[in-house]
C-alpha cells in the first residue's frame, strides 16, 4: 500500500464517490473541519461502535455505559482544568481555549456552558450516580461513545483533525495500588482491538509520552499512534488519570465522590485508568489499511479489504442478466430472505457482471451472490468472495448460513 499524500487523496475520493463521507455544507463552499457521514460511511462507522462496545463493555460484567449531556455546564469544566489550561497557542504568542462556548438560558438567567471537548466529564460527575445505583465492586468502568468539540485552529488531514468528532472512552476505576495492573490489562485489549477492527498491526505502534508533554490529568500515558499517508500520528491514547477528576469535582461541587472499600471499611477515592479512542480516526486508519489497487482476472482494482465484521454491506445480490425476468425474480427472492436474515444486504442489476463486482469491492462488499440460470435448474447460486475472487456454489437455502459463518 502507498505511503504518500496520494493514497489520502485516493481514499478521499473514494469516500466523496461512494457515499462514504462528504464535506459538510458543500453546496455553500464547505465548512472547513466538519465532515457528514453518507449512507455507507455511516455504516461503517456505527459497525465500528458496536464491535467496540461489545468488546469493551457488553461482553464484560464490570462495565456500566452511559450517554451523557453534550452540553456542559461551567462549573464541570471549571473544575477539570479545561477552562484554564484547554487551549492552543496562537502565532503571536498568546493562547486560543478551543472549546465551544455558548450559554444555556436566557437574559440574566443565562449560564455560561460549553459542547464538550471530551466525552470523559460525563462519566465523572455521575461517578456517585452509577455507584448508588448499582452498588459496583471495584475496579469497574463506565463507558460511553458521543460526540466531543474542540474549535480547531487549523482542522487538517480529511478527518483526522476535525472540529466535531466521536469518541470512546471508558473510564475504569481501581483502587489506587492496583493502577499498573488495569492499566497493563487494558493496554493488551487495546492491542486486541487494533486487530479486531482491521486496522494494520503493523503500522500500529506505541509510544510512552514523556513527563513534560502529558496532560495535566496524567501521571502516564500511552499513546498508540497510525502510520497515516501523512505521517505517524497518534490514533488513540491510554492514560493513567491518578484520582484527579474525581477529587477536584469532589471539592469544587462538595459532593463526596468517595467509594467505601468493603475489605478495609476505609472510604477510598478511586483512580482511573482511561482507554480513549477515537472513532472518526479508526474510521480513516481502517480505510488506509483496508485500501488496495491490485489485479484479480487479469483487471485492475480498487478494493476495501475491511473485516465482514464492519463493513457497511456485508452482501451484494445480483441477477446475471437484469432483462431475464426470470433471474430477476429468483434474485429478489433471495434478496428479501438474506435482507431478513443480515440485514445489510443490496440487490445490484445496474451494468454487466463485472462492474458489479469492482462497484462492490470499491465498498469493501465481503461477498457477492449472482444468480444465473443453473441457479433455477439446481437451486444454487454462486457466491464470490471479495479478496480472493474464488467463487462457489452454495445451495439458496445455505447463502445466510455461509454469509454469516465468515461474517
Known sequence: MEKTENLLDKIVSLCKRRGFIYP?????????????????GFALKNNIKQLWWKMFVADREDMYGIDAAQITKHDVLQASGHVGGFSDPLADGSRFNTMFRTSAGAGEDAQTAYLRPETAQGIFTNFKNIVDSFHPELPFGIAQIGKAFRNEISPRDFIFRAREFEQMEVEYF?????????????????????????????????????????????????????DFPFGRKELYGLAYRTD????????????ELSYLDEETKTKITPHVIEPSLGVDRTVLAVLCSAYFEDELGGEKRVVLKLKPAIAPIKVAVFPLLKNKPELVKKAREIFTDLKIAIGAVVFDDNGNIGKRYRRQDEIGTPFCITVDFDSLEN??????????????RVAIPDLATRIQKDS
Not at 455544507?25 to 453518507?38: K, L, N, S
Not at 437451486?379 to 462457489?392: F, H, I, M, P, Y
Open 24 to 40: 459538510s455544507a458543500e453546496i455553500y463552499g464547505g465548512f472547513a473541519g466538519f465532515w457528514d457521514y453518507g449512507p455507507y
Open 174 to 226: 481501581v483502587k489506587p495500588n492496583e493502577w499498573m495492573l488495569a492499566f497493563e490489562f487494558w493496554q493488551k485489549k487495546m492491542h486486541e482491538w487494533i486487530s479486531a477492527v482491521g486496522i494494520d498491526a503493523t503500522k500500529a505502534h506505541e509510544l510512552e509520552v514523556p513527563d513534560s508533554e502529558r496532560a495535566h490529568y496524567s501521571k502516564r500515558t500511552i499513546d498508540f499512534e497510525f
Open 379 to 392: 437451486g444454487d447460486a454462486t457466491v464470490r468472495d471479495r479478496d480472493s475472487g474464488k467463487q462457489e
Open 244 to 255: 484527579f477528576d474525581l477529587s477536584n469535582h469532589a471539592k469544587a461541587s462538595r459532593v
